[in-house]
């Protein structure tokens, strides 16, 4: 069931671009200059959104416990949450984008991100509050929260795409802050210090790439986020975690 998770992470979108090619021409110096600023700071956030996808997917084998898979998932959506928020803050402190309608791209993309910080948030909520002593309780509720996850996962990401887009995502893209990240071994999103390490994963998500709340952010978050920040998709539920 966990495996569930993973999958709606892959459709998130997090602020990891995986823009397809590079422009010829360089970027203007103010444009160049914004996306360094951003992507400097938001490269841990991503890297974090990265790591608890990862820690997500880990806990998809059919031998994971209920109690295990509740702690990993609450801690992974966790961490999602708060490093949407940070983006959301470092997109802000970064200032207006020098680009046509800079302003109202910004706006859009931070209340996204924010959104999708909350809504992480809410989904550790109900992961914390599913009763993992009956099997074929905690599967319908894991159900559940795959389902809200997905919703999330597929919402419009119409303004983080309109931050990726033109000189300002051709000039991201050329940052490493901006770039694919690979997931970290043990994850920070783990709950036991060693015994639930990520595998390096790819999430995706528009930054996105990440997340399954459990990949790549976007959403996004990650961004959500998962690639970029998404876990990848192709799972089945887990016999054991669904009870099934």
């Not at 770039?179 to 930054?207: E, L, V």
């Amino acid at each position: 069931m966990n495996k569930k998770l993973a999958a709606a992470l892959s459709g998130g979108a997090v602020l990891v671009l995986a823009l397809s090619g590079c422009s010829s021409d360089d970027s203007d110096k103010k444009v160049k200059d914004w996306a360094k600023t951003f992507c400097d700071q938001a490269q841990p956030q991503i890297k974090k959104i990265t790591d608890a996808n990862a820690a997500i997917e880990k806990q998809t084998a059919d031998e994971s416990k209920p109690v295990d898979v509740q702690k990993t998932d609450s801690a992974a959506f966790q961490q999602i949450s708060d490093a949407y928020k940070s983006l959301a803050d470092s997109l802000n402190k970064a200032g207006v984008p020098p680009v046509k309608d800079g302003d109202k791209t910004q706006q859009e993309a931070a209340k996204e991100l924010t959104a999708s910080s909350a809504s992480y948030a809410d989904l550790k909520k109900k992961v914390d509050a599913l009763d993992t002593g009956d099997q074929a309780k905690f599967a319908d509720g894991l159900k559940g929260v795959a389902d809200q996850l997905n919703t999330i996962s597929k919402s419009s990401d119409d303004a983080l795409k309109k931050l990726e887009s033109g000189d300002l995502g051709k000039a991201m893209q050329k940052q490493p802050g901006c770039q694919k990240q690979t997931a970290s071994a043990p994850s920070s999103a783990s709950p036991a210090a060693g015994g639930d390490a990520s595998k390096q994963a790819s999430p995706s998500g528009s930054a996105s790439q990440g997340a399954k709340p459990s990949e790549s952010a976007k959403p996004s978050g990650s961004g959500k986020p998962s690639e970029s920040a998404k876990p990848s998709d192709s799972a089945k539920p887990s016999s054991s975690a669904s009870g099934e």
